[in-house]
Nanobody
Framework: QVQLVESGGGLVQPGGSLRLSCAAS????????MGWYRQAPGKERELVAR???????NYADSVKGRFTISRDNAKNTVYLQMNSLKPEDTAVYYC???????????WGQGTQVTVSS
């Protein structure tokens, strides 16, 4: 069965760094797009960053210059390097993978990121 396994979440001080990882297993076709959404309590889910198989990236305005998304196509793994973390970055971060050829979209279970004030 296809699954996306997330890791790297935790508690960090403001200004600190975390790196999230998301490894997709059981996927036959290379995901066209992989990325991260996040959702804080009482807030709407928002796209944080995404990256295509060709390396094209997009970021939410709130994280530009602080977060970097990357991927290993051979391993179907996506990473999110988060630097200069702020309390407003606190949220559950969800990894996703999109496979256009099969019209499939896959989601991780989410990992909590908490930036203390």
């Amino acid at each position: 069965q296809v699954q996306l396994v997330e890791s790297g979440g935790g508690l960090v001080q403001p200004g600190g760094s975390l790196r999230l990882s998301c490894a997709a297993s059981g996927i036959i076709f290379r995901p066209n797009t992989m990325g991260w959404y996040r959702q804080a309590p009482g807030k709407e889910r928002e796209l944080v960053a995404r990256i295509t198989s060709g390396g094209t990236t997009n970021y939410a305005d709130s994280v530009k210059g602080r977060f970097t998304i990357s991927r290993d196509n051979a391993k179907n793994t996506v990473y999110l390097q988060m630097n200069s973390l702020k309390p407003e970055d606190t949220a559950v971060y969800y990894c996703y993978a999109r496979v256009i050829v099969t019209t499939d979209n896959y989601w991780g279970q989410g990992t909590q990121v908490t930036v203390s004030s």
